[in-house]
């Protein structure tokens, strides 16, 4: 069949053919030029012989007329999508998926509809054909064959459309012969009977016939099985067999073996002839998936830095690449990640389409992370979930220089508190922007620049350069790797070229899975945990081996971080690789020491998006419809303080600020249970408690499976760092500042921890057990402290803080260290079960880091921007939580005042402008 059309000069439309497999024929690219309205949509039409009519119906007799005459349905172009060209390829054969990255693989082409497209296949695994030229798409309708199909829609006819059945013209000729010869009534209706029993008898041979090809297909599907289930029979045979003999061979004492013997296949205890899948006691369907298939299939979009092809050695590069080539070697841990890697290359516009159907694993594709993306993403109608960024961008333009101060001054102009519009210079109307399709750059760009100015969009990186260097646009928008001065020269610009000293948004780009796995979404976040904490301790390729072991992913994968150093060495070591001789290594893009701030809000996207309506099971509905939040804390100065009934505290205020969220600005609709940690992550798992607001790290161990419950939980963005540190004794703690146990005057060291703890387990790599004495409590350890059962206290800030442990009773001679030992992120935390909730918290808890950087109070709650992503019962929820507690800055203000100073970590990373990457703990 040939879904075509023609244009008004009689020539053919752009067409698709559908064979007797319906296997769709990708169109190059340049068909989808939008030139009028010719290239607007897909026209569908048809191209039958009269043979082909047998297997329609005669119910469709009236649409094939309109067939005949070029007619059909039409396909806008939105539901009918191509995976994105190779930047390399300008002639546009479109979407391509190659196999490892020596192009082991054939070239494919791929396409995508939207659910409502009248070509949706229905079945994600339909797109996986190993055609070069074509994606299958399934039918239960096997069209007959049709060689002789004309492609010029004008002059084809279709002579059954306009014959009638030969029983109904009998009918008609035996009405009008009647008629002519009968004057009386009689006569006429009997007449009149005798047409209808022939329609009778003409509707009746059409029902059999209709039965008689029913009957067929139901011969044709019983054939089919008994063809399957015999060659099934003959398969098992062959096996039962063939293990016979391997067994006879093995009892056999002739040391002789078949030449053929390793071609044999075999039973074993294992049910799959796949490679045993180390990860199997994860649960994990995608690393199941990966490992049958042996292929990881990562999706990534060409850009300089990013994903390169090398035309000398025919190999892809750069740092998604080298992500992609870190995971496989996880994962499969031969030594051989390039074997086991599946690259398809994709567009800015279409990218998470393949990833909701599974067609890709992971996705880089420079993606930031949104909250719109993370709780509904719209293209794909799903929720996505992002590892932590493993590249800080910032969105600019660069161009011609007279244009780039403009930008500038717009920029500047629009983050004043003032209303007054500012005026620009009257050249600036001649500013010309080309900017890529399908991200979030366009979006952010309409809010800045004037109406008037124009902003074409593109459709691939390449088209960016060109239109710049051809003159059409005076300004390109793009991150600092794509607009980098370096990349214009190379295709051979030589003219005058600025980049703009303003950023217009800060872009946090993120690996990314489906939010329906969530072991192998950790696994992925993990293995670049991996990448940093390898280059914060010194580690390298050469010496990936000090990377140590864990069975946190299981007994057989426990080398899963030494494995993806080894690959392709610590993060610095692929920056450097890849990116530095584009653009330097930013500030944001290193190690954060623990001198600079890390509170940073990731930006919301799309606001306009509209959520679902919650369901039943929903805990977001369930606390909702309850009309109070419980939330687990811990009483401990500045945390959270219980005074005749009442809480208050840093902690407790992030509980009023999601009692806020919730119920309609009421803050105070909440439970706080005091729990200790021993019992914290139970409480969470029997439902005791909705969230922790207590004084929890987020490490490795409780991301994929915390110990005490065998349940995996999910965190907040880090709303406290802290860090493991020494108080007491002032010469006591000098002993422990420099681990120091053989001296005379340090030997009679004694530690006083908080058990059940990161501390304790931190103080355990430092210390003997015999230094160490473990309290229920950190009252109890400053107790210990103050009977001489200990001379130093270990804990985080607030625990060796002087005026706390005064408040817990020591009155002697106290000092605190002057170094500290861990990095502890304290965070928000939930059960992994409930996705939806977990976003809710999370993105309740960024609203604050958002208040604070745009300057918003509990004031002027009311600039908080609107929601809709969480559903229409919520969107005022930001607004509700700022009126409430106020922004990250007020919080920690009215809580730590000069009790405890607000420094380091925990200040704002306003423009990022300093450090931001800090490896979570857990890995060595």
Sequence with gaps: MVFGGSNEDGSPKQRISLDNEFRLNAPEADDFSDDGDQGSSLNLGGNESSSDKNWLTSSINTAAQSTASGGGRSVPRSSFQW?????????????????NSKQKSSLRKSAYQSPSSPLHS???????????????????????????????????TNTNSNTTNPQLSGATAAASSSNNGLNNNNASNATKQQIEQQLQSSQQIVAQAK????????????????????????????????????????????????????N??????????SPTNPFISLNSKTLQSIYSKQTIRCGIQIGFGFAELNETTNEYYGIDI?????????????????????????????????LRDEDIDVLFSKTTHTMQRHVLEPTSGVSLTFSVPYIYDRLHLAGLPEFVECVDTLVLASRESSNETTPLPTNCNNMKICVLEGGTHATILKSIVPENIPIASVLFQNQLYDRFIDGNCNLIAGEQYDIAETILVNRGYDGLYEVTTQSLSQEPLCMVTRSDDMVFSDLVNWILQALFTAEDNGITKATAALMGTTDIFGPNSD?????????????????????????????????NQGDTGLIFPLPFGDLSTLGEELSRFDLLRIVQERGVLRCGVTERPFFANEDNGVWSGFDVDFCRALAAALFGGDATKVEFTDLNTSNRFTALKNREVDVLARLTTHTLERDLNEPRTNTGLTFSQPIFYDGLTFGGVPAFVQCADDRDITSVSCRSLKICVTKDTTFESQLMDLFDADFMISRDSIQDAVLGLEDNDCNVIAGGNVDVYEPAVRDNGFTRL?????????????ALVTIEDD???????????????????????????DQMPVVNVFGPTFTNMFKFAIAAVGSYGEIFERNGGEFLPRDGQNGLNQFLSSPQILPLPGIL
């Design 83 to 99: 995976i994105g060209d190779d930047l390399e390829n300008p002639s546009g054969k479109g979407p391509m998926m190659f196999g």
């Design 122 to 156: 229905g079945a994600s695994n339909s797109k996986h054909g190993n055609s070069s030229n074509n994606v299958s798409f399934s039918s239960t309708t096997n069209p007959p064959n049709n060689p002789t199909a004309n492609h010029n829609d004008k002059n084809r």
């Design 211 to 262: 039965k008689r090809s029913k009957l067929r297909k139901c011969m044709i599907i019983t054939g089919i099985t008994v063809i399957v289930v015999t060659f099934a029979i003959l398969i098992a045979a062959i096996i039962v067999l063939t293990t016979d003999n391997d067994d006879k061979s093995s009892s056999n004492s002739s040391t002789t073996s078949s030449p053929t013997a390793s």
């Design 264 to 273: 044999n296949i075999r039973i074993t205890d294992s049910p799959t002839l």
């Design 322 to 354: 080298d992500l992609c080539h870190a995971l496989a070697a996880a994962i499969f841990a031969d030594g051989n990640p390039q074997d086991h890697v599946e690259f398809v290359i994709l567009n800015s516009f279409n990218r998470f389409v393949p």
């Design 559 to 591: 080398s899963v971080f030494q494995d993806a150093v080894a690959a392709v060495g610590n993060y610095g070591e692929i920056f450097e690789r890849n990116l530095q001789t584009i653009a330097p290594r930013a500030a944001v893009n290193t190690l």
């Design 814 to 826: 106290y000092r605190i260290g002057t170094k500290r030992f861990s990095r502890d992120p304290l």
């Design 835 to 861: 996705l939806l909730w977990s976003r809710f918290v999370y993105w309740v808890t960024m609203s604050t880091f958002y208040a604070e950087t745009k300057g918003i109070t509990m004031m002027t709650a």
